[in-house]
């Protein structure tokens, strides 16, 4: 009898969670036009909030420490938008010329395979001629729908008054944060303490460190570009820096549209030099150097990257496709420090995750050792 009754709280209690997150969702997805500012100042206030803490320690006021990392962030973002901006317009309006080119080569790679010997079937099933199957794919709309989602990276970027102003409160409360916590629990350490500061540890270390590697990603692949010779240099180096927020996806997203440009615009030779290029630096960056920075521990499975990519891309659109891995890391990292909803962390994690997890005490290697984990023990 106990069974059957603990079995049916099971499913009230699943019932009355899937009803919540429905709603919640729904929540988001109607007041995104407040919610995007809102989630752009609390993801620039984790970057930011180190360097105020450190103007504070030496000496200077809380509030005059606020103002000048706001004020050197709003130069660098309104010095950014105008370069970017012009750049993005530049590229909106040739956009339509590249992609016919585009569409003419593909046009002609079609008519070399309908001209094969072979009958050719790119996915082995139902097609009469060998090129049907590939009119599904249109290249030179990667153009066109790049535009479009610069655009709208731009269009948020319009609203960064909004943005600034919301991010100012931010770091001004969060600066008084731990002395509020202090006077809740009347001085006296709690576990939930050090549990909050290692969960903002864990989180501003994944986004600093996410922030640079993305940075250096951009700038290469830039430098790199300009060398051989291809149009937009800015275009690219801006896509490579969005898109390696995302993992194993974005960076063959972000190569995409640069290729087809390079090889209309300069010629096969350098379309294979900027394939080379791209595969250089996010082996090197994306395999290498970032693993080694962030530690097994802030890993994504491949899976959990694109359903939600996909999930916060349909909420919030483009911005939401850009914060969608850095939203789903720092509620991994909420969910891994909270006892009842830990499983749901070890269903997000990456295989490599996976495997230090299983590896017996001390012999854990590449782990960071800053976070909840330490804490606990």
């Not at 240099?233 to 390696?244: H, K, P």
Request: negative net charge.
């Amino acid at each position: 009898m106990t069974e059957n009754v603990s079995f049916s709280d099971r499913g009230a209690r699943f019932l009355v969670m899937s009803a919540a997150f429905v709603i919640v969702v729904a929540g988001l997805r109607a007041s995104q036009a407040l919610l995007i500012p809102f989630f752009l100042a609390v993801f620039l206030a984790v970057l930011c909030a180190p360097a105020v803490r450190w103007l504070c320690a030496h000496r200077v006021p809380n509030v005059v420490a606020v103002l000048i990392v706001v004020f050197l962030l709003a130069l660098i973002l309104f010095g950014l938008g105008a370069l970017v901006g012009g750049s993005i317009n530049q590229f909106t309006e040739a956009a339509p010329k590249y992609a016919e080119r585009v569409n003419a080569l593909w046009d002609q790679i079609k008519a070399g395979i309908d001209k094969l010997p072979v009958e050719f079937h790119p996915f082995g099933i139902g097609s009469d001629s060998g090129v049907e199957t590939l009119e599904v794919f249109k290249p030179g709309q990667i153009m066109g729908l790049l535009g479009t989602s610069l655009k709208g990276v731009l269009g948020a970027l319009s609203n960064i008054f909004m943005v600034i102003l919301i991010l100012i409160f931010m770091l001004l409360e969060s600066t008084t944060f731990p002395e509020k916590l202090r006077l809740i629990t009347k001085g006296q350490e709690s576990p939930s303490d050090s549990r909050l500061a290692g969960v903002t540890g864990q989180i501003q270390r994944y986004l600093a460190i996410k922030t640079i590697t993305s940075l250096t990603t951009g700038v290469a692949i830039g430098i790199w570009v300009a060398i051989v010779g291809l149009d937009f240099v800015v275009i690219w180096g801006l896509t490579a820096f969005l898109l390696n927020y995302i993992p194993n996806i974005g960076s063959i997203v972000a190569a995409v549209p640069a290729v087809l440009l390079a090889f209309v615009q300069l010629g096969p030779g350098a379309g294979l030099a900027v394939i080379l290029g791209y595969l250089v630096v996010n082996v090197v960056i994306g395999n290498l150097v970032e693993p080694a920075l962030l530690g097994r521990s802030l890993g994504l499975s491949t899976l959990v990257v694109f359903l939600s990519l996909v999930f916060w891309g349909w909420m919030w659109g483009t911005i939401g496709m850009l914060l969608s891995v850095p939203l789903t890391m720092m509620i991994k990292i909420l969910l891994e420090n909270t006892e009842d909803l830990a499983w749901v962390a070890v269903l997000l994690d990456s295989g490599k995750s996976l495997e230090a997890r299983l590896k017996p005490d001390g012999a854990r290697t590449g782990e960071p050792e800053d976070g909840s984990e330490d804490s606990g023990d």
